[in-house]
Each structure stands twice: as C-alpha cells, then as structure tokens.
C-alpha cells in the first residue's frame, strides 16, 4: 500500500485525506443548515464552536491536500467522452473552491461579528478581518449561498459522477479511490 499516487491509483495519504475531508464536509454542511434553524440559546452557540473548530480543521486537511498534490500528483482523470473530463473539473474546482471559501468565510464572519474561533480551545485562529457589518454581512451571505446550494449541487454531481463510473462505466474511478482494482467486465 503506496503512500504517494501513481500514474493509475491514488496513494493512501489522498484517499485518506479525501474520505476524511468529505465526510467533514458533508457532516459541516448539515450541522450548518441545522444549526440555522435553532433559535438562540446556549446549545446553539456550542454547536457553533464545534462547527468552527471543525471547519479550522477541513481548512488544515485542505493546505495538506494541495501541498501533497504537488508532492505526489494525481493519476489522470478517466473519462469517456471529452464532456465528461470537462464537468469532471469543473466540479473538482467547486469542491476545492468550496472547501477553502467555506472555512474562510465562516472565520471572517465570525472575526467580522466581534467573535474569535477557537479549534476546541487548544489555539485561537488569528483575527483576519477587523469587526465590521459590512464584512460580516457579505461573508455571511457567501457562506450561506455556497453551503446550501452550491456545494451541495457539486457533492451530488462528484458522487453521481463516481457512481455512474463505477456502475455504468465499469472503470476504475471509484476503486482507485478506495484503494481496490478496477471491477472485472
């Protein structure tokens, strides 16, 4: 079991950091739509700590994502029409661009509303922005259009693109994704 990818599979620190990424983001998502409809109260202001710790926590898993992308690349995309590849980026793009935005935008939201982020009280992030309405109230709008609609649609379009690879295609796309060989024909 390679730690690095190759020219055909993805290493173990990918797959890990992928399945570990996805899950918290997904799991993020929903807490954050759910802790949206909670009236204010002290719970509510708990889930919101952890979800900030956590969403500190998919920022980190995200820098080592992209770091290790320069260390140890990807194996190519397999596509079967040109299309494919096409939306295949387009939603990778997304989901990068969701993974980053999403932490950010929560972090200035919360620097912007005059709250620090504490990640589980072992360290306090930085302040990035300076308290302000206005600051606050684009990063809250950002955060709330891109976790409810957004990236949901592209986690629905990754997993459909997966699973359309895996039982349609038959390719490798989903396997060397979870460590295994392609299916047989």
Known sequence: MSMKNSADAYGLVTRANHWISGLLFIGLIALGIYMAGLPKSPGKFE?????????????????????????????AVIASK???????????????????????????MSNA????????GWFIMPQIVPENETIGGIAKAVHAIA?????????L???????????VYKDATLMRMLGRKAPQE
């Open 147 to 155: 976790g409810q609609f957004i990236l949901p649609a592209a986690i």
């Open 82 to 108: 040109r299309s494919e590849e096409v939306l295949a980026h387009i939603v990778r793009g997304f989901l990068y661009l969701g993974l980053i935005l999403m932490p950010l935008s929560g972090w200035m």
């Open 47 to 75: 889930l919101y700590d952890i979800h900030k710790a956590l969403g500190v926590i998919l920022l980190g898993l995200v820098v080592i994502r992209l770091v290790w992308l320069k260390v140890s690349p990807n194996p």
């Open 113 to 120: 509303g005059g709250h620090e982020v504490s990640v589980f």
């Open 157 to 167: 379009l990754h997993i459909a693109g997966a699973w359309k690879h895996h039982f």
